[in-house]
C-alpha cells in the first residue's frame, strides 16, 4: 500500500471503519484513503499485515515498477512483504478502500497457507476469489457511501469466515511482541517468549503471514526507523543506533534493501 497511508495506520493515527463484530478476529478495518501526492512514484510497502486494495476512480487500474513490475485493475490483494515497489505517478485525488487483515487473518479466512494461494506480493482478487471477488469490486466502488461500501464487505466477507477457524493466537502474540520491543530482538528471544522452537515458529510464521520470522523482525524495525525520519534534530546515525542498528552504514544498507534507494534520495 502507499507508504503515506501504511505510516499513518502503523502510527495508529487513522480511525478505521469498524467490520463487524464477527469479523474482529481477522479483518483490523476498512480504510478509506485519498492520494496526496502527485508527479512522482510513491513507495508501496506493508508491515506484515495482508490487505485487500479496491480501487475507487477511473481508470481502476495501478502501475507498479521496480522488483514487482505489473498493472493490476479493480482489486487486488498485497501480501508478505515489498522491497523496492512503486505505485507509478497518481493523479492527485485518486481514491482506494484498504481492507486491512489481521496478521494470521486472510490464513484464518482461507483456511489455506498463503504462499499457496498468493503466489506473488501482489496478486489480482481474481487469482483468491474469482468472479465474485471482481463483482464485489464492482459492487464496492459502485456504493455511494463509505458505510455501504463497509456494509458490502461485512456481508461478502462473513459469508466467507469457517465453520471452525484455524487458531492463529502464538502467531498473533509473537507479532504483538516483535511489534512491542519495535523489532529489536531476534527470532531466538520470540521462540523464548513463546516457549515454541524456533522451526514451529518459521513454518507458522511462513503458513499465516507468508514471510519467515526474522523478515518480519526486519521489517518493523525497518519502518520504525523510516517513520521516525524527518523528525528535528534527529541524525541518521542517531536514527540508526536509537532503532537497533550497528551503525549508519548497517542502516543505509537496509535502506536500500527496503526502498531501493538512499536516504538522501527520499523526500520525507
Same mark, same amino acid.
Not at 78 to 86: E, R, S, V
Given at each position: ?18 467490520? &463487524? #463484530? $464477527?469479523?474482529?478476529?481477522? *479483518? +483490523? ?7 496526496? @501526492?502527485?508527479?512522482?512514484? =510513491? ?74 494461494? &498468493? #503466489? $506473488?506480493?501482489?496478486?489480482? *482478487? +481474481? ?7 471482481? @463483482?464485489?469490486?464492482?459492487? =464496492? ?128
Amino acid at each position: 500500500m502507499p507508504v503515506e497511508l501504511l505510516k499513518h495506520i502503523f502510527r495508529e493515527q487513522l480511525s478505521a471503519i469498524r467490520p &463487524a #463484530a $464477527a469479523l474482529r478476529e481477522v *479483518v +483490523t478495518g476498512y480504510y478509506p484513503y485519498t492520494s496526496g @501526492q502527485s508527479g512522482q512514484p =510513491i513507495w508501496a510497502t506493508l508491515d506484515g499485515h495482508p490487505a485487500l486494495i479496491f480501487l475507487l476512480d477511473a481508470p481502476y487500474n495501478i502501475q507498479f515498477t521496480g522488483t514487482h513490475t505489473l498493472c493490476l485493475q479493480n482489486a487486488f490483494f498485497c501480501c508478505y512483504g515489498l522491497q523496492n515497489t512503486y505505485i507509478q505517478a497518481w493523479p492527485k485525488g485518486m481514491r482506494m478502500l484498504v481492507v486491512q487483515f489481521s496478521c494470521s487473518g486472510l490464513y484464518q479466512l482461507l483456511q489455506q497457507p498463503l504462499p499457496s494461494v &498468493a #503466489a $506473488a506480493p501482489l496478486v489480482p *482478487v +481474481t487469482a483468491v476469489w474469482g468472479a465474485a471477488g471482481e @463483482q464485489l469490486a464492482v459492487n =464496492i466502488r459502485e456504493a455511494n457511501s463509505h458505510a455501504a461500501q463497509a456494509a458490502l464487505l461485512d456481508t461478502f466477507l462473513q459469508a466467507k469466515l469457517p465453520v471452525h477457524k484455524q487458531a492463529g493466537y502464538l502467531i498473533q502474540a509473537a507479532v504483538q511482541y516483535i511489534r512491542a520491543q519495535q523489532g529489536q530482538l531476534n527470532v531466538q528471544e520470540v521462540c523464548a517468549h513463546l516457549r515454541v522452537n524456533y522451526k514451529w515458529l518459521e513454518r507458522n510464521f511462513r503458513n499465516q503471514l507468508g514471510i519467515t520470522p526474522k523478515a518480519y523482525i526486519n521489517t518493523i524495525r525497518f519502518l520504525q526507523a523510516y517513520f521516525s525520519m524527518g523528525q528535528p534534530a534527529q541524525s541518521l546515525t542517531g536514527i540508526a543506533l536509537q532503532h537497533g542498528y550497528y551503525d549508519q552504514a548497517h542502516f543505509i544498507k537496509a535502506f536500500k534493501q527496503h526502498t531501493g534507494k538512499v536516504p538522501s534520495a527520499v523526500d520525507q
